[in-house]
């Protein structure tokens, strides 16, 4: 259900697909403050919207920072649509900036699983209408990165392409194989231990911004299954994994926001 705060994403809801939306978690200033854009996991099928959304908003709202969850456009839709969402959130974050006291020159993509994928999509991919569009940092939890030879979450892709992908489509949504010298600097954190989106996923994105000199962050910690959020209450609570929000803020800082 949507809360009486939601902001329309699209001035005219997509033809035959469900209606996409921002979640605003808005801080109290009089000064532009820099800004998350939030973007819940659930394998394209559906949002986590609480766990990886509403909880993580507040976590950066309460660090300072304007947040905001993108309720995003999964199956039955299809790639590019998710895409389009989170660049057009983006760029209306900056287009009422100056209405909502955001400095759009801080401006960040924060995602979890499949929602990791699309944060990072907005990053890396090429196509985005305008520079507004692109996130200027990344925070990636547990993110399903690549479509291509590695025990990774299918299900994400099949939900995000179709059942029947072909190699080149699956491809041209693996980010590895798209990072440049134009990728937002990027914070990574992952469990060794989980068995859906395996951690190989954060080791390749990592070995690609390393090897186009992006600067980022990597966390793996030992333990913890799939999905942990901020893993501060059962039953993903992990004290030592919760560390994750408060290194990211930290890493964020370090940026300028």
Not at 116 to 127: E, K, N, P, T, V
Not at 176 to 197: M, S
Not at 236 to 255: F, M, N, Y
């Amino acid at each position: 259900m949507r809360p009486p705060t939601a902001l329309a994403l699209w001035p005219s809801p997509p033809a035959g697909e469900a209606e996409p939306w921002l979640e605003p978690f808005f801080v109290e200033t009089d000064a532009p403050r820099p800004a998350v854009l939030v973007l819940p996991g659930g394998g394209y099928r559906r949002l986590m919207t609480e766990k990886e959304g509403s909880r993580v908003a507040a976590r950066f709202a309460a660090a300072g920072w304007h947040a905001f969850v993108l309720h995003y456009r999964v199956a039955p839709s299809r790639f590019p649509a998710p895409l389009h969402d989170a660049w057009r959130a983006l760029a209306l974050v900056r287009e009422r900036a100056a209405a909502w006291r955001v400095d759009p020159g801080r401006v960040a993509a924060c995602g979890f699983s499949a929602g990791a994928h699309l944060a990072g999509a907005a990053g890396i991919l090429a196509g985005s209408p305008s520079d507004a569009a692109r996130p200027d940092a990344l925070i990636l939890g547990y993110p399903v990165v690549s479509a291509l030879d590695i025990a990774t979450e299918h299900g994400s892709f099949e939900a995000l392409l179709g059942p029947s992908a072909t190699a080149e489509a699956l491809a041209a949504v693996s980010l590895e194989r798209h990072v440049d010298a134009r990728t937002p600097p990027t914070f990574l954190w992952h469990t060794a231990e989980d068995a859906v989106v395996p951690v190989e996923n954060s080791l390749r994105l990592a070995a690609a911004l390393s090897r186009h000199a992006v600067p980022f962050e990597l966390h793996v910690y030992p333990r913890g299954v799939h999905g942990m959020g901020l893993a501060d209450r059962a039953p993903r609570l992990d004290p030592h994994v919760a560390t994750w929000s408060g290194l990211a803020i930290e890493w964020l800082r370090g940026l300028g926001f």
